[in-house]
DNA sequence: CAGTATCCCTCAAGATACTG
DNA sequence: CAGTATCTTGAGGGATACTG
């Protein structure tokens, strides 16, 4: 479970987490993890990723240990995706992006969606104060605790 | 300049994110930058990419404000491609995604590249003291700073 | 050396149909 | 609903030749 076979054998961390997680979908399924989202359809409807694509990479984050599968509640036959340990510990990354992408590709006052995860109680240090506007938000972000 | 053509209009900063440096190369190619590449050469030798690709992620690296081209020193003809600010901010991308790839993806006693970058004075913690087998590490790493 | 211009090819991704 | 199977497409990437 430390190396999955699809993570490449270079001797930097960084290229090895780039060829797990630096495609186009992957950090996606993770960010809308930490927003709670843990049903395939809810993923797939969120996304817009095809059904197959998405199958094989909550397939591969499973193998990764970033994510594991259980049973949905209570006798129901399907499953639902959340994160592990391992999962949780990429929050620093997604932090980082987010906070770099707020600062670095909007316009001064463009609007961009918060997604603070209600995780642990850690603060989370926000650049800026957001914009009034909601109205281009995505349901995805909609579910999501605003800070200001 | 703060928003270049290629980067998605997704209102998540993630997502933007990921479209602009969340491919194969570009973060790989901001990673050596920190570490002082600064020549085309050195980058297409260290990374083994293909020399149009390189150029295109350059120019893409240029064209989001990461990277700016300058002359090289003193009467040279040729560019260097170093970090602009916005670019220095992806800092802590990088040392969270390399924190989480040394702690996640590696066998227990495997040896990783440390890459920590001589930058500003930022204290790095690292995760854990490296191993003890360089024999595996790229040029690019050699000439890291190691810490242990 | 630092690129650009072509050509080619593989694989990621999408669409769709099907199944328990 | 939660996938799997199959087919097709297109973009990303590699190799090579060429240029200032």
Redesign the pocket.
Known sequence: MTKPDHVSHEPCPVARATSLIG???SLLIVRDAFDGIR????FQRNL??????L?????RLVDAGILV?RA?AEGSA????VLTDVGEDLFPVVLALRQWGERALYAPGEAHSELIETRTGNPVPLMRPRSADDSELTPHDTRVRKLA
Chains 1, 2 share one sequence.
Request: overall charge positive; cysteine-free.
């Open positions: 495609d186009r979908w049903r395939f359809s809810d817009g990723v095809a059904r197959n694509i199958s094989d990479r909550l397939r599968p949905a399907y499953q639902e995706y």
